[in-house]
């Protein structure tokens, strides 16, 4: 897999000045920092997740900042249909008439067991999470994202979906999934240049999601999802233009 962003990638201050991003997890771990960062950056951005509370708490921050004004999605991507997809895509057309960046950070897991332990509630939720979610997103929102004279779509990733490993269980299948995905998108787009669609494994972050796989691990040893923030950066906004079906 190639490193990102080059060591010496500084981004400019607005660098994502007047594109619209569309996060999901954005309440916590790696969306909030994300959507803090692209929001700091000059984006507009949409805040998608299933906890009000945290997402309103983000959009404060950003207010607070005087960052340009975010906008809030709930939406709980474990029970979402095919109608609520395309009411956001609405809901965006209506609002901004074109997506520049879509960053799918939501992610579902619960523990790293073995194959035969894994409930099929917890195999449906995870699959419906961690992949059809990204997919029936990335599938309504399209039109949107092609409408953009420079877009990028970005999965998050995990080296637990790179590398079969005992115990990885769905989370594991989800995330090797979803690669093959983007990888699979970015070869029938490639004839539009103006979309790029990549993922990226930002390695060990302090969060919840953490947590749960490691409950021993002390917090202090994992560095904090801010760590991850300037290779988000660099994949959703110009400097990655070009650079498509690309695994970071
Ligand atoms: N942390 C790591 O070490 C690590 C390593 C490699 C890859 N990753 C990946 O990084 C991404 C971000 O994870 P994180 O570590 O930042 O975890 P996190 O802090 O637990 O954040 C996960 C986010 O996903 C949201 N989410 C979960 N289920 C949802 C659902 N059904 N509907 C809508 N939103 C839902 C959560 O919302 P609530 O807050 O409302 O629950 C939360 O905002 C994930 O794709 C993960 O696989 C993480």
Same mark, same amino acid.
């Given at each position: 897999?190639?490193?990102?962003?080059?060591?010496?990638?500084?981004?400019?201050?607005?660098?994502?000045?007047?594109?619209?991003?569309?996060?999901?997890?954005?309440?916590?771990?790696?969306?909030?920092?994300?959507? *803090?960062?692209?929001? $700091?950056?000059? %984006?507009? @951005?949409?805040?998608?997740? =299933?906890?009000? &509370? /945290?997402?309103? +708490?983000?959009?404060?921050?950003?207010?607070?900042?005087?960052?340009?004004?975010?906008?809030?999605?709930?939406?709980?991507?474990?029970?979402?249909?095919?109608?609520?997809?395309?009411?956001?895509?609405?809901?965006?057309?209506?609002?901004?008439?074109?997506?520049?960046?879509?960053?799918?950070?939501?992610?579902?897991?619960?523990?790293?067991?073995?194959?035969?332990?894994?409930?099929?509630?917890?195999?449906?939720?995870?699959?419906?999470?961690?992949?059809?979610?990204?997919?029936?997103?990335?599938?309504?929102?399209?039109?949107? *994202?092609?409408?953009? $004279?420079?877009? %990028?779509? @970005?999965?998050?990733?995990? =080296?637990?979906? &790179? /590398?079969?490993? +005992?115990?990885?269980?769905?989370?594991?299948?989800?995330?090797?999934?979803?690669?093959?995905?983007?990888?699979?998108?970015?070869?029938?787009?490639?004839?539009?240049?103006?979309?790029?669609?990549?993922?990226?494994?930002?390695?060990?972050?302090?969060?919840?999601?953490?947590?749960?796989?490691?409950?021993?691990?002390?917090?202090?040893?994992?560095?904090?999802?801010?760590?991850?923030?300037?290779?988000?950066?660099?994949?959703?906004?110009?400097?990655?233009?070009?650079?498509?079906?690309?695994?970071?």
């Amino acid at each position: 897999m190639a490193a990102i962003p080059p060591a010496d990638y500084v981004p400019s201050p607005q660098l994502l000045a007047g594109r619209h991003i569309l996060i999901t997890g954005a309440g916590d771990g790696l969306g909030r920092a994300a959507a *803090l960062a692209c929001a $700091a950056h000059g %984006a507009t @951005v949409i805040l998608l997740g =299933r906890t009000v &509370r /945290k997402l309103e +708490a983000v959009y404060d921050e950003i207010e607070r900042a005087g960052y340009p004004q975010p906008a809030i999605y709930p939406l709980h991507l474990g029970g979402a249909s095919w109608k609520d997809y395309a009411d956001l895509a609405d809901a965006i057309e209506r609002e901004f008439g074109r997506l520049d960046g879509l960053l799918h950070c939501a992610a579902h897991f619960k523990a790293f067991m073995p194959m035969t332990d894994i409930d099929p509630q917890e195999w449906i939720e995870t699959l419906q999470v961690n992949l059809t979610a990204p997919f029936a997103l990335t599938r309504q929102l399209l039109p949107l *994202l092609q409408a953009s $004279a420079d877009a %990028a779509v @970005v999965f998050v990733a995990d =080296r637990h979906g &790179r /590398k079969a490993h +005992a115990y990885d269980g769905i989370y594991g299948i989800s995330k090797a999934a979803v690669e093959q995905m983007m990888r699979i998108w970015a070869q029938e787009l490639d004839s539009h240049p103006q979309l790029r669609l990549n993922s990226f494994d930002p390695g060990p972050l302090r969060t919840a999601l953490r947590l749960k796989g490691y409950p021993g691990e002390k917090p202090t040893q994992v560095p904090p999802p801010e760590t991850a923030v300037p290779a988000l950066l660099w994949l959703l906004g110009p400097d990655s233009r070009g650079i498509s079906g690309r695994a970071f």
